[in-house]
């Protein structure tokens, strides 16, 4: 675990509204966690679009690699690798209706290759892009596929030359999510369909949990994770990733927002498994009424 001195803390405007955040949430991290873990950070919110993120941002000063140097059968492992094949599968057979036939298909953050080896089999001519060595490495052997591990914008692909991209929970991770957006929006033909997945900022889990803090006297809050794992950096919400896909032009055709599986590991002690029990129940609970702890969206470039 990196402190303090191994980041560049660096301020940032919104990157959708390109303005500095105006509404502090609370701290996150260090001695703002309940286990200690990672480096205490400022979480604040943009009011224009909703978009959340730590100010000052902590960047890791010689690369994100820092951040996943870890197997990755670790950093994975409360992920159901048969769930995830299933899920890969069921996004193939959406991007297929949508686009109409199978072609050429890229999936940035490639993971375990799950995606990539759905997408061959299914028919599709498919490319990963996942920067850590370790997890490229990984994507590679399961998949068979090709995988680069240079980041998006330093892969110079040709403008229009994708039918499908999938992004599936790793927009939070990204510092750059705006040029991000912007790239794929490129490399995608019109017509292309762009799959993301985030946690829901505005979800129930999210809003229960930072009212419980304030109750225990904390000036914490359970938004992101910017210096321990899964190392979320930036938070969307139904609105702030609304406003991000139609600034490079895409409209989503597909939106569901569901309640998926606790944000909150088990770490011991009684407090520990009441609050893990606490949290699986409310993240349930968040499927009514759209206050679910993720968003999907297949979004369509104009």
């Excluded at 989503?252 to 699986?280: D, F, I, N, T």
Aim: one cysteine or more.
């Amino acid at each position: 675990m990196l402190d303090a001195r191994a980041y560049l803390w660096v301020q940032m405007d919104c990157p959708i509204c390109e303005k500095p955040p105006n509404r502090f949430l609370g701290y996150r991290g260090g001695t703002a966690h309940r286990q200690n873990l990672g480096v205490k950070c400022e979480v604040w919110r943009c009011r224009g679009c909703g978009l959340i993120f730590a100010n000052p941002m902590p960047i890791p000063a010689h690369g994100i690699e820092e951040h996943y140097a870890i197997a990755p059968e670790k950093y994975f492992e409360h992920h159901d690798s048969n769930t995830k094949e299933r899920a890969a599968r069921s996004l193939m057979d959406a991007a297929r209706h949508l686009t109409s036939d199978t072609g050429r298909l890229l999936d940035i953050g490639s993971g375990r290759g799950e995606v990539l080896r759905a997408a061959r089999d299914a028919g599709w001519k498919a490319v990963g892009i996942e920067p850590s060595p370790m997890f490229a490495d990984y994507a590679a052997k399961h998949s068979g596929a090709e995988v680069l591990r240079e980041p998006l914008e330093q892969s110079n692909f040709p403008a229009g030359s994708f039918d499908v991209v999938i992004l599936g929970a790793v927009l939070e991770h990204l510092y750059n999510p705006d040029q991000i957006i912007k790239e794929i929006s490129r490399v995608l033909r019109p017509g292309g369909a762009l799959f993301v997945d985030v946690p829901n900022e505005n979800g129930l889990y999210f809003f229960v949990g930072n009212a419980y803090q304030k109750v225990r006297g904390r000036d914490w809050v359970v938004n992101l994770a910017p210096t321990f794992p899964p190392f979320h950096v930036f938070g969307f919400t139904p609105r702030s990733l609304r406003a991000l896909l139609a600034k490079h032009g895409f409209k989503p055709k597909r939106w569901r927002v569901y309640h998926g599986q606790s944000l909150v590991p088990a770490h011991g002690g009684l407090v520990g498994l009441l609050e893990q029990q606490a949290a699986r129940a409310v993240t349930a609970l968040g499927s009514v009424r759209n206050l679910g702890a993720y968003i999907e969206t297949w979004a369509i470039k104009r």
